[in-house]
Every structure is written in C-alpha cells, then in structure tokens.
C-alpha cells in the first residue's frame, strides 16, 4: 500500500521517523528521572546494569512493536485485534491507550513545573538562593494550586495544539526542529558541569562501578528506567511504526532510537553528577533533584542565569516530544477505531488526560488526601508514576514479548522487518532474546516484586 495516499498520514523521511521516535523516548525519563534514579541506585553500577537492559530487552521489544505497527498500519488496539481477532490480545492494546492517557496526566503535571522554571528563571527568580530556600521555593511553586492547574493546561495545550497538526507537518516537522535544540543545549551545559572545580568526584561516581550495589531491587529499578525512557510497553512504538515506510530497515531504526536515547541519558549524567558533587550535594536527592538543587548549582555558576533558563527551556522541550507521543496512541485510536475525526480526537483525548491530571496537580500539598492517599502512602503523583509509568509498561512489555514470541510468531517479525531486501542482522539472537530472555528476565522480577511485597 503506499503510505502517502494513506488518510491515516506517514512520516515524511527516515530521519524524521527516527527524530520522531527519539523525540518520545527522550524527556522526562532521561533528564530528570535518569539522574535521580542513579543516585538513589549508587551510580556506575546501575547505569551498567541500565545498559544491559536497553540492549537485551528494550531493544528486542522496540524492535517488535514496530514491526507490529508496520505490519498492521494500525494503533494498538487495531494491531492485536488485526493479528489476533476474537482473543483476549487486543485487552493488551486497550492497557496501552489508557496507559497512554494516564501518563500523560501526570506528566504533564511535570512538564507544566519545568516550564515554570523556565519561565521563574529568566525573571531571575533563582538569584541569591542557598540549598534550603530552593527547596522551600520548589515546595511553594508545585503546592500552590492555581500555578500548578495553570501550566497543566498551558503544557496539555500546546501538546494537542502539535499533536493536531497531524503526523509529518505536526508531529515530525516539530521533531526536527526541536530535537537539535536539545542536543546542543545538553552539550553547553555538560560542558559547563565537567569544567567546574571538584567535578571529579562526581564523575568518579557515575562511572566507576562499585559492584558492591547491585541488588535485586537496583536491577528491578534498571529494567523499569530502561522501559520507561524507551517509550516501550504502551504501543507508543506500534503506533508510531504504523507510519514508517516499507522500505525502512525496521533493526536499524530501532538501534538508532536506542542509541540516541541512552546517549541523552549519558549526558544528563555527565551534566548533572559533576555539578552535583562540585557543590558538596547530596546524589540521594531524589525526585526533587533537578527542581531543588540545580538553581542552586546555576546560582553559583558564572553566567548561571542563562544556563538555568536553558535547562529548563530543554527540559520542558524534552517533555513535549514525549507528551506529544504519549497523546498520539489515543488519537490514533480514536481516528482508526471510532473513525473519529483528528481534531475532535486531540481536544476530548487532551480534555481527559487535563481532568485525570488535576489530582497529580493537586497532590504536592493543595489537597492533603491526594498528597497522602491512605494505606498506600503515596501522594497521588508518585502513585500513578509507580502503578502506571512502572507496572503497566513492564506488563506491557512482558505481553508483547510472549504475543511475538508465541502468538504471532517470530518468523512474521523477521519477515516484516526485511521486506523489501532489508538485512535484519543478530535475527536469531533476537528471536531468542524475545521468546525465552525477556518473558523470564521481567517475570523474575515481577515475582520477586511479589515475593517481598515491595509494591511501591
Ligand atoms: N520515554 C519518555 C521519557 O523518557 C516517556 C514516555 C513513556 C513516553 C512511555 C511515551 C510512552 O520521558
């Protein structure tokens, strides 16, 4: 079928594709939650471990939801329902829509804080600012419920305003630009960071392992990070495979993404554990880390102004190619399933995902039931970031790996990944990796979630 009569619409270049997919891998996942996840993880030793997942297991799984978009042309609920009519596989597609929604309510949430940064920033808001009194600010900012409500429906709505303009003149056209712009600006900072006096110590824990810190629960960590920043285990890929052309090596694109996001990620490292140790902080400092120590750390930087409101500006940059990503598997959904058109589709899905963030938006202190849910004891943000940033996608990616591996059948992912006299190199290890490696390697972890009742 050729793509471009397609109503469905297609990427309008490899690179674009590629710049696109990257685009919804990298974000939040690499540059804020990368980071914290290694400190609180004791560092090198995690961030190999990080590695090994990225290849073994995000990698085998990325490459089987584009094969499955591709091969069906369809969003996820489509694909199983195409592949597997009259089962139970298409549940697994509707897990990924509504996942799809729900991380994009409380992500948002997220990616609303660090465009007030940004915007904080260049009114010069973090001048004159020790340790304490950044935390007290970032605790102030994210529990007054108007500001927070209020860049929640600021950043909702440039997502949909992107996602609206369709696959290659939104989606892809945004991706292009906004992408370098990261890189670049990554690469100014890091090099800042890696200059400062005393960096050493924090470039030391970042890359010299100490093995002595490997766990279980680091592995388990590994794994749920590796999927996460990878977009695997919600369709995010499925959907997006279903616009690349049939002449794309499927393998290729795919170690493409893995490699620019694991790259992305290396260099959040690189920016922040030198500057990190450079001031004397501590790398435990959890989810609040880049809200509470890095103004800090730009404060005490020559031309730190401009480096704070470049990092926010990236930061909030990074979100939105993975909102937009996250947005596009319900619209997708909506437009191929209910034959909805694409504008009705963005504004009632973007109109959801606003209502299901308000709680996220509420929990930093506005609401106190919402900032500590009973029995659980989680605020309602790091709740829905556990069960569905966490649960859902390694549920996601465990169905996915057993739909390729025994119901679908690896030799139709092999076919469709060289069509057109397209090369799929280690096809054999793949097939392995995705029947027998994957489904044991996330169900171990899964039981020993269970076994010490370490749920959240
Ligand atoms: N990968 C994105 C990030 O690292 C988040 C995301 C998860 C996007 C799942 C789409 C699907 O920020």
């Not at 939040?28 to 290694?38: A, E, K, Q």
């Not at 969003?75 to 199983?80: K, L, M």
Request: aromatic letters at 14%; a positive charge.
């Amino acid at each position: 079928m050729d793509l471009s009569s397609n109503h469905r619409g297609a990427w309008g270049s490899r690179i674009g594709f590629i710049l696109a997919a990257a685009g919804s891998a990298i974000g939040l996942g690499n540059i804020w939650r990368f980071p914290y996840v290694t400190g609180e993880n004791g560092g090198a030793a995690f961030v190999l471990f990080y590695f090994i997942f990225v290849l073994i297991i995000g990698l085998p799984v990325m490459i089987s939801e584009l094969a499955i978009g591709r091969h069906t042309q369809k969003n996820p609920v489509g694909a199983f329902s195409a592949l597997a009519n009259r089962s139970w596989w298409p549940l697994l597609g509707i897990l990924g829509v509504a996942t799809g929604v729900g991380i994009l309510s409380y992500y948002s949430v997220i990616a609303g804080w660090t465009l007030g940064y940004f915007i904080k920033a260049i009114g010069g808001s973090f001048t004159d600012m020790n340790g304490e009194q950044a935390m007290q600010h970032f605790t102030q900012f994210v529990s007054d419920p108007k500001t927070s409500l209020i860049y929640l429906v600021v950043f909702l709505g440039i997502t949909g305003m992107v996602v609206m303009g369709g696959v290659s003149s939104g989606i892809e056209r945004w991706a292009k630009i906004l992408m370098p712009v990261l890189l670049f600006l990554l690469i100014v900072l890091t090099l800042r960071s890696v200059t400062l006096q005393g960096a050493k110590e924090g470039l030391a824990f970042y890359l010299k392992p100490d093995f002595s810190k490997i766990s279980l629960s680091m592995l388990a960590n590994a794994l749920g990070q590796a999927l996460f920043s990878l977009s695997l285990g919600m369709g995010t890929m499925i959907t997006y495979g279903s616009y690349i052309a049939k002449r794309e090596n499927l393998a290729i694109s795919a170690g493409y993404v893995c490699l620019f996001d694991t790259l992305i990620a290396i260099i959040s490292g690189l920016m922040i554990f030198p500057a990190l140790f450079a001031m004397g902080l501590d790398p435990e400092g959890g989810p609040g880390l880049v809200f509470v120590v890095l103004p800090t750390i730009f404060e005490q930087m020559p031309g730190g102004f401009i480096f704070g409101a470049g990092f926010f500006l990236l930061l909030t940059v990074a979100a939105l190619t993975s909102t937009i990503s996250l947005l596009e598997v319900p619209v997708a959904y909506m437009v191929d399933e209910k034959k909805w058109r694409r504008p009705k589709a963005v504004l009632l899905m973007t109109l959801l995902a606003l209502i299901l963030g308000v709680p996220s938006a509420l929990s930093q202190g506005a609401v106190s039931w919402l900032s500590n849910i009973p029995l659980i004891g989680l605020g309602f943000l790091d709740f829905a970031n556990i069960l569905l940033g966490n649960y859902s996608l390694t549920t996601g990616a465990l169905f996915i790996a057993i739909f390729v591996g025994y119901k679908w059948g690896v030799k139709n992912v092999i076919k469709e990944v060289t069509l057109e006299n397209n090369q799929f190199y280690f096809a054999n290890l793949w097939s392995f990796l995705i029947r027998f490696f994957c489904p044991i390697a996330i169900l171990a972890i899964f039981m020993y979630i269970l076994i010490t009742r370490n749920y959240f």
